[in-house]
């Protein structure tokens, strides 16, 4: 039974998975977006997520204690600057893990691992769409297009079958 047991090894030392963690959470951080297995992305995530919670309040302590962490001050600058601007105002879970396929090597299974709010594809924020958003209800039904089609093309059945008739 592994009651307790919420740390992923990694199949590495203490010393190596810190490294290796901090090395994934310093390249999300200036990427945005990367590549791994998903068993690191997973771990990466639990790391950099508590990071994250810190950055949105801007001290002293919480800068020492991210710096702690990441150990690299172009990253901790990025993280509270651009990346605690835009998820300010949400509560938590600021990355999300996507399977992208199995890797052709040795077959592992690989993520893609990403911030949520830097992705215009899924947050709808392009700049396209901005002002536009439609709301969406789970009402049955025909939309006004589809009967207005519906009775043209019913008078014009009529109108044909009218038509049949006096020929007769």
Same mark, same amino acid.
């Given at each position: 039974?592994?009651?307790?047991? +919420?740390?992923?090894?990694?199949?590495?030392?203490?010393?190596?998975?810190?490294?290796?963690?901090?090395?994934?959470?310093?390249?999300?951080?200036?990427?945005?977006?990367? *590549?791994? $297995?998903?068993?690191? /992305?997973?771990?990466?995530?639990?790391?950099?997520?508590?990071?994250?919670?810190?950055?949105?309040? *801007?001290?002293?302590?919480?800068?020492?204690?991210?710096?702690?962490?990441?150990? *690299?001050?172009? /990253?901790? $600058?990025?993280?509270?600057?651009?990346?605690?601007?835009?998820?300010?105002?949400?509560?938590?879970?600021?990355?999300?893990?996507?399977?992208?396929?199995?890797? +052709?090597?040795?077959? /592992?299974?690989?993520?893609?691992? #990403?911030?949520?709010?830097?992705?215009?594809?899924?947050?709808?924020?392009?700049?396209?769409?901005?002002?536009?958003?439609?709301?969406?209800?789970?009402?049955?039904?025909?939309?006004?297009?589809?009967? $207005?089609? /519906?009775?043209?093309?019913?008078?014009?059945?009529? #109108?044909?079958?009218?038509?049949? +008739?006096?020929?007769?």
């Amino acid at each position: 039974m592994r009651h307790g047991k +919420k740390v992923n090894h990694l199949g590495r030392k203490s010393a190596h998975r810190k490294a290796l963690l901090k090395n994934l959470a310093n390249a999300l951080i200036e990427h945005k977006r990367i *590549n791994t $297995t998903v068993a690191k /992305a997973k771990a990466l995530r639990r790391y950099i997520e508590p990071l994250v919670t810190k950055a949105k309040d *801007n001290t002293m302590h919480n800068r020492r204690v991210v710096f702690s962490y990441l150990q *690299n001050k172009y /990253a901790v $600058t990025e993280l509270f600057t651009e990346v605690a601007r835009r998820v300010g105002e949400r509560p938590g879970g600021y990355v999300r893990v996507l399977k992208t396929g199995f890797r +052709k090597g040795d077959g /592992a299974e690989m993520a893609m691992i #990403e911030f949520v709010d830097f992705n215009e594809i899924y947050s709808g924020k392009s700049s396209g769409t901005e002002g536009k958003k439609k709301k969406r209800r789970r009402r049955g039904g025909k939309n006004k297009s589809s009967d $207005t089609a /519906a009775a043209v093309a019913s008078t014009a059945v009529a #109108e044909k079958i009218d038509d049949v +008739k006096e020929e007769e």
